[in-house]
Structure formats: structure tokens, C-alpha cells
């Protein structure tokens, strides 16, 4: 099944101690990104990545690192979270990065920084 | 991207066909509207999408005005499970740094009732 697969699905950590949300999609897509959702703010990129070690900043990339090693995987790594990076996270992919703009996100992963 | 406006909330009895309305009166030519949809904090799900002649697939159709500037997605026979918050997107095809940020808007809370 075409899928993006996000883990962990609830977090809940305190301020300071790293922590890394995984991001896999099965689809042999080029295209990944990630994106946060807060009330009343929609969501918004943090990242995305064009292909393998191509990584860019979205609007919100402050506090945030991603890397991309290999096609399928997509990391999202908060080296010291703070209370304002609870939120609820997801990852996308899409085929390529021209033609038709279809993403496929992942489920979600709510976080919570005390 | 050209700027859309949705309503914020509709209703719809189960089995009736819901109509959502999108307006997007700057677009431009090489501008496709998609349609997304989210259900209670689930990831985005892609709908359909179309650039101006009408779109149906397995789960909707959408209807894109003559002059482009407002489109109408349609969900044939509503369901309960079809309750979700629905976004209109417009974004060109073209590749490019900014190719796979969708704008989500507020979108239109479809509440679909027994």
C-alpha cells in the first residue's frame, strides 16, 4: 500500500532533550516536505527536500534541522524543542517537482514540549 | 498563487450531494485548482484536481467556471465519514524552489448530518 509513514505518533518530551519525528514514503517519490498545524495558523512548510542531499527552508524552519539521505526517508530533528514547537507535524511527499502538485501526507505526529 | 476564498462552515444531510464553493477570481492561466481534504486532525488528503475543463474521479467532481475564477466541488452522496474540512488550492505546475508548498487557507468545515 502507497503510504507516508510518520513515527512517532504522539510525543511528549521536556524542553532541551533532542528528538527526531521520522518520515518514510514507499512511493519512490522525489519530493518531501514538512509542515506543522496550529490552531488558527493552518499549516505551514518547515522543510522540504527536491531529492537526495537537496534540502531547502520553508516559512518556518527556525529550531529545526531535516536531512536526506536516502530517497525514501526524511527526517525532522528538534535539537533543543521548545514549548512554542508543541504542535501537530506532517510529513508529504510527492512524485516529482513539476507536473501535477498531488502530495500524500502522513498521519501525523502530535507533539507536545514541556 | 492566487488568493482563494472559501465559506467557513456548510451543512448537508447524508445521501444529499454537498457543494462547496470555491472562489479564486486572481488566477492565472497556467494555475491549476486542487482540492484537499482533512478529517479531525488525519493528514491531508488529496481529492481531485483541474485546470478548466470539468474533473470527476471515484470520490468527486469539480466544476471550474467558463472564465476560471471560481470552481464547485461536488460529493455526489455525502456520508457521515465525509465530515472534514475541506481546502481549495490553486497552484501552477511549473517546478521551481517553491513547487510543492500548498497554502492551506482556512477551508470550509463540512459538517454532513444523519
Known amino acids: 500500500e502507497a503510504q507516508v509513514t510518520q513515527n512517532p505518533r504522539y510525543l511528549i518530551t521536556v524542553t532541551g532533550k533532542k528528538l527526531t519525528v521520522t518520515c518514510s514514503q514507499n512511493m519512490n517519490h522525489e519530493y518531501m516536505s514538512w509542515y506543522r498545524q496550529d490552531p488558527g495558523l493552518g499549516l505551514r512548510q518547515i522543510y522540504y527536500s527536491m531529492n537526495v542531499e537537496v534540502t531547502d527552508k520553508g516559512d518556518v524552519p527556525e529550531g529545526y534541522k531535516v536531512s536526506r539521505k536516502e530517497k525514501r526517508n526524511f527526517p525532522l530533528i528538534l535539537e533543543s524543542p521548545s514549548p512554542n514547537q508543541t504542535s501537530l507535524y506532517f510529513c508529504?511527499?510527492?512524485?516529482?517537482?513539476?507536473?501535477?502538485?498531488?502530495?500524500?501526507f502522513g498521519a501525523g505526529t502530535r507533539l507536545s514540549v514541556l | 498563487d492566487a488568493k482563494t476564498t472559501q465559506p467557513p462552515s456548510m451543512d448537508c444531510a447524508e445521501g444529499r450531494a454537498a457543494n462547496l464553493p470555491c472562489n479564486h477570481s486572481t488566477i492565472s492561466g497556467n494555475e491549476y485548482v486542487y482540492w484537499y481534504r482533512q478529517i479531525h486532525s488525519q493528514g491531508p488528503q488529496y481529492i481531485i484536481h483541474?485546470?478548466?475543463n470539468n474533473e470527476t474521479n471515484e470520490m468527486a467532481s469539480l466544476i471550474i467556471t467558463e472564465d476560471r475564477k471560481s470552481s464547485t466541488l461536488i460529493l455526489p452522496h455525502a456520508t457521515l465519514r465525509d465530515t472534514a474540512v475541506y481546502y481549495c488550492?490553486?497552484?501552477?505546475?511549473?517546478?521551481?524552489?517553491?513547487?510543492?508548498?500548498?497554502?492551506f487557507g482556512q477551508g470550509t468545515i463540512l459538517t454532513v448530518h444523519p
Open positions: 508529504a511527499s510527492s512524485f516529482g517537482t513539476s507536473g501535477p502538485n498531488i502530495q500524500y
Open positions: 488550492i490553486v497552484r501552477g505546475f511549473a517546478g521551481g524552489t517553491s513547487y510543492g508548498k500548498l497554502t
Open positions: 483541474g485546470l478548466k
